[in-house]
């Protein structure tokens, strides 16, 4: 069974500052993705980044990259220079062999002027 | 744009009605998923699809089920609403293996 644990029900960070959301995960699947969304107020679910379970380096995209730690089973989300739009819920994801996609709770980060 | 579309975007029904949610997407892909969204669970997953006529549970799949007959539609029925079934539910499409999943806007039900 696939399990995501995200422990920080809420973060706060200074505008311009660099903020890291954690997440585990737990999977006996060899072959799996890890995904990070973004959910602002307005409700839409917005890929973030993607890392693969066999990917040597770790995934970036633009201020966005992804911490991962295969043997410590974690991909913390790293948001560089935080801006006000910012502000949302996110959510970490993985995909094991059986194609589902399974969600953790999510983290809401607020970021403070 | 994304190419997935859920109808309706809110609804209101009463409890024990039967209610039938559409999700459509215009890019022929093989994979699509049902969750529902509730506040301190993120989101969980209901049933999905992995072709025409090919559907399997997911981990809250009690009172719904689901029915793919072309590739681009995806319905999930709530056999007989209750009122634990009020929640927000989305559709949400697989482009690629390590693509990032595409979700619909969402389908804010009620159930009273």
């Known amino acids: 069974a696939q399990k995501i644990t995200q422990t920080q029900p809420g973060m706060f960070v200074q505008e311009k500052e660099a903020v890291t959301l954690d997440c585990t995960y737990d999977?006996?699947?060899?072959?799996?993705?890890l995904f990070w969304y973004k959910q602002p107020s307005s409700g839409e679910m917005i890929f973030l980044i993607y890392?693969?379970?066999?990917?040597?380096q770790n995934a970036t995209e633009g201020r966005y990259s992804l911490n991962f730690q295969k043997a410590r089973k974690s991909a913390n989300l790293v948001i560089s220079a935080s801006q006000l739009g910012d502000s949302a819920m996110y959510f970490c994801?993985?995909?094991?062999?059986?194609?589902?996609?399974?969600f953790g709770k999510g983290t809401k980060l607020t970021v403070n002027p | 744009d994304a190419g997935i579309t859920q109808s309706p975007r809110h609804k209101v029904t009463e409890t024990g009605t039967p209610v039938t949610l559409r999700c459509h997407q215009t890019?022929?892909?093989?994979?699509m998923y049902w969750y529902r969204q509730d506040p301190g669970h993120g989101l969980r997953l209901i049933h999905y699809?992995?072709?025409?006529?090919?559907?399997d549970k997911g981990e809250v799949s009690d009172g719904y089920s689901v029915s793919r007959s072309k590739t681009e539609d995806f319905l999930l029925t709530l056999e007989s609403a209750t009122s634990s079934q009020t929640s927000v539910y989305f559709c949400?499409?697989?482009?690629?293996?390590?693509?990032?999943?595409?979700f619909g806007s969402g389908t804010r039900l009620t159930v009273v």
């Open positions: 949400a499409i697989r482009p690629g293996r390590e693509a990032g999943y595409t």
């Open positions: 999977t006996s699947d060899q072959s799996y993705g």
């Open positions: 890392q693969g379970s066999y990917d040597e």
């Open positions: 994801a993985m995909r094991g062999g059986s194609e589902k996609l399974v």
């Open positions: 890019e022929n892909h093989r994979y």
């Open positions: 699809s992995y072709g025409v006529k090919d559907t």
